[in-house]
């Protein structure tokens, strides 16, 4: 299947092509493929190796994407390709993520409609594109949030955010949420343990929250590795100051995995430091993941302080206004979210 976004090239370089999907910026002679895997140049042009290959269809909880503030307690139709623009020493779903040396792409065949139709069966109020990076399956994501956007289901992405402009501006009106992946504040960490850079993904978060898009941020934190205070303390100061005080950051723990199974997990006492350093640089939502933890899973109102929505593992009540969603009960402050 020919691939959207992308460009020939002139000249000495004629008959290559280059990829303006994410910010590698991959350029590629007849023959090769991205660094993604799943984009190659067959005689001259830009083909999808996943057009319309589904590796996994589950209806998850929304609060396991992680989305706090996004229709809480309701499940979303989630949807995996295979291949990821990202190499990650870490991967917990390497499986689908990288593609085998064999290069036959894992996964079966569906099209946009037949997801959509799958969603709806299900009762679905969301579809999220997730488990491998969806920027990498661009051409189906676009595709099926378009017919999901049409019929009343909102689309959400789960990403690394290492996308180009311009698949955030063919996406704009189609995504209406998402939570990013800020692996880590320090370029040399994306650079040693994950093959990218920094910097793109910080311009993209900007752009994401100029977008509209309901934005929330995830980091794993890794023992040694990115857990820092001065790190951490810097990664939620540009939340703070760049993406705003509302914005839910979720801070998770490591379990070894792929090149990195033997390393050690992330001790609760770090992830509760690190919660305190998001709530000492001005965040009001700051949220502990994988691990069980009595400080950081629940919904607060910034203003009063009151429990707003309790969580119990993926089980959610929620304590808001009568006939209010997202209102406070007590000053009846409206909390950041999309509540209906």
């Not at 959207?4 to 002139?10: E, P, R, S, V, Y």
């Amino acid at each position: 299947m020919q691939a959207l976004l992308w460009h020939a090239l002139d000249g000495a370089h004629k008959g290559s092509v280059q990829c303006d999907l994410c910010a590698h910026g991959c350029r590629l002679k007849k023959g090769d493929k991205g660094l993604c895997g799943v984009r190659a140049n067959s005689n001259g042009e830009l083909v999808t190796l996943v057009g319309n290959v589904v590796t996994a269809v589950n209806m998850d909880p929304v609060e396991k994407k992680p989305l706090y503030h996004f229709l809480p307690g309701s499940r979303t139709f989630s949807i995996g390709s295979a291949g990821c623009n990202f190499s990650c020493k870490y991967c917990q779903n390497s499986g689908i993520a990288h593609i085998p040396p064999s290069g036959i792409v894992p996964g079966k065949r569906a099209t946009p409609e037949d997801l959509v139709v799958l969603a709806q069966e299900n009762h679905a109020r969301s579809m999220a594109f997730t488990y491998n990076e969806p920027t990498v399956f661009f051409e189906l994501v676009y595709e099926t949030a378009g017919l999901a956007t049409a019929r009343d289901i909102r689309c959400l992405l789960v990403t690394n955010g290492y996308m180009s402009e311009e698949c955030l501006l063919a996406l704009s009106r189609r995504i209406c949420a998402v939570n990013v992946d800020l692996k880590s504040f320090r370029d040399s960490f994306y650079r040693q343990y994950c093959g990218a850079r920094l910097q793109p993904v910080l311009d993209n978060l900007k752009a994401m929250r100029k977008l509209g898009w309901w934005l929330e941020v995830t980091t794993l934190v890794i023992p040694g590795v990115n857990d820092s205070a001065a790190e951490l303390k810097e990664a939620a100061a540009f939340i703070h100051q760049e993406l705003g005080a509302h914005t839910p950051w979720h801070l998770s723990a490591f379990h070894g995995a792929h090149q990195m199974a033997d390393h050690p997990s992330t001790p609760l006492s770090k992830l509760e430091e690190a919660w305190s350093i998001g709530r000492q640089e001005g965040l009001n939502f700051v949220y502990i993941g994988n691990a069980l933890s009595a400080m950081a899973s629940n919904t607060f109102c910034p203003q009063c302080g009151i429990l707003v929505i309790e969580r119990q593992g993926y089980s959610v009540t929620m304590h808001m206004q009568t006939g209010a969603p997202g209102a406070c009960p007590s000053c009846h402050t409206t909390l950041p979210g999309v509540w209906t």
